[in-house]
């Protein structure tokens, strides 16, 4: 069972917000209406931990994860993993991704600015802008500069992706004009992220908009070398080691363990997928054994194929090792050596690959680091790789950055801009590899606009690969 993080009484402080206080007797000192940003930001942080980065109580991450076949269910198909999916399977996600998450956090971003607390309204605002460009590679078009005005406007328009971009940046651009302000009240042990080290907020900040620029490298009215400059400039501002990754830790007692681990219990029927898990031994990566667990039916690293018309035992197949999923791992949100990964991709469309090379190899590097490979099996490896050139850059740089960057979503961005890791749809496929995820009934039904026609193998604005 999935644990789900609930939110404090956010929606009663908007109804409430309006109402002229006559009687102070009328106070319930259980049920308050006006909720400090330190009460706010820990669980807006669990619930982009556990809804956004891990699925939670949705499926999208997941769904993504199987489209990427690093994960499989081990149940005959049809199922997500040979792409089924209906508009009812996305309510989850996006309750998720606009109530409980871009709502809260545009709340914080108000009540934020409205104390003088600019640490605070950064946070919302860096936080958003992450949100948002989740959920903008995952559907598309969406709504947001009309959204968030309650009854003013139930029926928001979606602004185009391209729209969305800008605000993005524009997101970002503003958190880090809010750090530098230095204004109000500075966040603590109620930051789980980074326990209000600004600094490192900022570098995240400038990661996300290396990110970001470098999605639309093949975008209509961009260009390869334009994006590519734009992130590097914007990454000598962005994270410079892994102690700057964006994560939140989990302690493993009841209650409070990863959302990884969770979405990996017996109950899901989740497993490792046989793409995954065999790439690492056609590298002979020495990561195997520190990123997958050995099956414990036979002791040996085995990945389930996805689309299978029979059921395996579940201990025949293999799931994470305890560095991502164990009860009291981390959880990744976004991750130093991604900003490497950047530098050498973009290094590549500016100055070819002998400029992207140590880039490259210090991407492996850092990523052997953190999970805890030996120096020895480290230079090994990466001598094994062997030198990037012009036929085998671009392919090797993603490969080596979705290992590093296990379990995210951005991972599937990446598949869509460059085909790499290479994919071939998997046995029993109901189509092409999907390229988007359905746009949810609920939203169907209450908001109808015509982008909600959108099948899953239509390409996003920038999906030009």
Same mark, same amino acid.
Request: aromatic share 10%.
């Given at each position: 069972?999935?644990?789900?993080?609930?939110?404090?009484? #956010?929606?009663? @402080?908007?109804?409430?917000?309006?109402?002229?206080?006559?009687?102070?007797?009328?106070?319930?000192?259980?049920?308050?209406?006006?909720?400090?940003?330190?009460?706010?930001?820990?669980?807006?942080?669990?619930?982009?931990?556990?809804?956004?980065?891990?699925?939670?109580? $949705?499926?999208?991450?997941?769904?993504?994860?199987?489209?990427?076949?690093?994960?499989?269910?081990?149940?005959?198909?049809?199922?997500?993993?040979?792409?089924?999916?209906?508009?009812?399977?996305?309510?989850?996600?996006?309750?998720?991704?606009?109530?409980?998450?871009?709502?809260?956090?545009?709340?914080?971003?108000?009540?934020?600015?409205?104390?003088?607390? !600019?640490?605070?309204?950064?946070?919302?605002?860096?936080?958003? &802008?992450?949100? +948002?460009?989740?959920?903008?590679?995952?559907?598309?078009?969406?709504?947001?500069?009309?959204?968030?005005?309650?009854?003013? %406007?139930?029926?928001?328009?979606?602004?185009?992706?391209?729209?969305?971009?800008?605000?993005?940046?524009?997101?970002?651009?503003?958190?880090?004009?809010? *750090?530098?302000?230095?204004?109000? +009240?500075?966040?603590?042990?109620?930051?789980?992220?980074? &326990?209000?080290?600004?600094?490192?907020?900022? /570098?995240?900040?400038?990661?996300?908009?290396?990110?970001?620029?470098?999605?639309?490298? /093949?975008?209509?009215?961009?260009?390869?070398?334009?994006?590519?400059?734009?992130?590097?400039?914007?990454?000598?501002?962005? @994270?410079?080691?892994?102690?700057?990754? &964006? /994560?939140? &830790?989990?302690? $493993?007692?009841?209650?409070?363990?990863?959302?990884?681990?969770?979405?990996?219990?017996?109950?899901?029927?989740?497993?490792?997928?046989?793409? #995954?898990?065999?790439? #690492?031994?056609?590298?002979?990566?020495?990561?195997?054994?520190?990123?997958?667990?050995?099956?414990?039916?036979?002791?040996?690293?085995?990945? =389930?194929?996805?689309?299978?018309?029979?059921?395996? !035992?579940?201990?025949?197949?293999?799931?994470?090792?305890?560095?991502?999923?164990?009860?009291?791992?981390?959880?990744?949100?976004?991750?130093?050596?991604?900003?490497?990964?950047?530098?050498?991709?973009?290094?590549?469309?500016?100055?070819?690959?002998?400029?992207? %090379?140590?880039?490259?190899?210090?991407?492996? =590097?850092?990523?052997? *680091?953190?999970?805890?490979?030996?120096?020895?099996?480290?230079? !090994?490896?990466?001598?094994?790789?062997?030198?990037?050139?012009?036929?085998?850059?671009?392919?090797?740089?993603?490969?080596?950055? !979705?290992?590093?960057?296990?379990?995210?979503?951005?991972?599937?961005?990446?598949?869509? =801009?460059?085909?790499?890791?290479? +994919?071939?749809?998997?046995?029993?496929?109901?189509?092409?590899?999907?390229?988007?995820? +359905?746009?949810?009934?609920?939203?169907?039904?209450?908001?109808?606009?015509?982008? %909600? /026609?959108?099948?899953?193998?239509?390409?996003?604005?920038?999906?030009?690969?």
């Amino acid at each position: 069972m999935k644990k789900i993080y609930f939110i404090l009484g #956010f929606a009663l @402080m908007v109804a409430l917000a309006g109402c002229k206080k006559y009687l102070d007797v009328n106070e319930d000192p259980n049920r308050p209406i006006d909720v400090k940003e330190s009460l706010m930001l820990p669980p807006i942080q669990m619930l982009i931990s556990q809804n956004i980065n891990a699925s939670g109580d $949705g499926n999208l991450s997941v769904v993504l994860q199987q489209y990427l076949q690093v994960m499989a269910l081990n149940q005959v198909a049809p199922n997500f993993g040979t792409y089924l999916m209906y508009n009812i399977d996305m309510d989850g996600d996006w309750n998720n991704v606009y109530v409980r998450t871009l709502n809260n956090l545009n709340l914080l971003k108000i009540k934020a600015a409205a104390n003088g607390n !600019s640490n605070y309204g950064a946070i919302a605002k860096i936080l958003t &802008a992450y949100t +948002l460009g989740y959920a903008t590679d995952a559907w598309g078009d969406l709504p947001y500069s009309q959204a968030f005005l309650g009854v003013g %406007q139930p029926t928001p328009a979606y602004d185009s992706q391209q729209q969305i971009y800008v605000q993005i940046q524009a997101l970002l651009d503003d958190g880090i004009a809010d *750090i530098a302000k230095n204004a109000g +009240l500075k966040p603590g042990n109620d930051d789980y992220v980074y &326990a209000g080290d600004m600094a490192r907020w900022r /570098k995240l900040a400038y990661t996300l908009k290396a990110r970001y620029y470098l999605h639309l490298s /093949k975008a209509p009215g961009n260009t390869a070398s334009a994006q590519a400059q734009l992130a590097l400039t914007a990454l000598t501002n962005g @994270m410079q080691s892994n102690d700057d990754d &964006a /994560k939140i &830790a989990f302690s $493993g007692a009841a209650g409070s363990e990863n959302p990884w681990q969770q979405n990996f219990l017996p109950g899901t029927t989740f497993v490792l997928a046989n793409t #995954f898990v065999d790439a #690492f031994t056609t590298r002979n990566d020495p990561r195997l054994s520190k990123m997958v667990k050995p099956a414990k039916q036979t002791g040996l690293f085995m990945g =389930r194929q996805i689309g299978l018309d029979e059921i395996g !035992s579940l201990e025949a197949y293999s799931i994470p090792a305890d560095f991502y999923a164990g009860a009291n791992a981390n959880n990744y949100l976004v991750n130093y050596t991604e900003a490497l990964f950047i530098k050498a991709e973009a290094t590549l469309v500016l100055s070819g690959f002998a400029g992207a %090379q140590p880039f490259y190899q210090d991407g492996i =590097r850092q990523h052997m *680091i953190k999970v805890g490979v030996n120096t020895a099996d480290m230079n !090994s490896y990466i001598a094994s790789r062997g030198t990037l050139s012009s036929t085998n850059a671009l392919r090797l740089i993603i490969e080596e950055k !979705s290992v590093a960057n296990f379990l995210n979503a951005e991972n599937y961005t990446d598949w869509r =801009r460059t085909g790499f890791p290479a +994919l071939t749809k998997v046995k029993n496929a109901l189509s092409e590899i999907p390229r988007r995820v +359905l746009y949810p009934n609920t939203e169907i039904t209450a908001n109808p606009q015509p982008q %909600q /026609k959108a099948k899953i193998t239509d390409r996003l604005w920038w999906d030009m690969n």
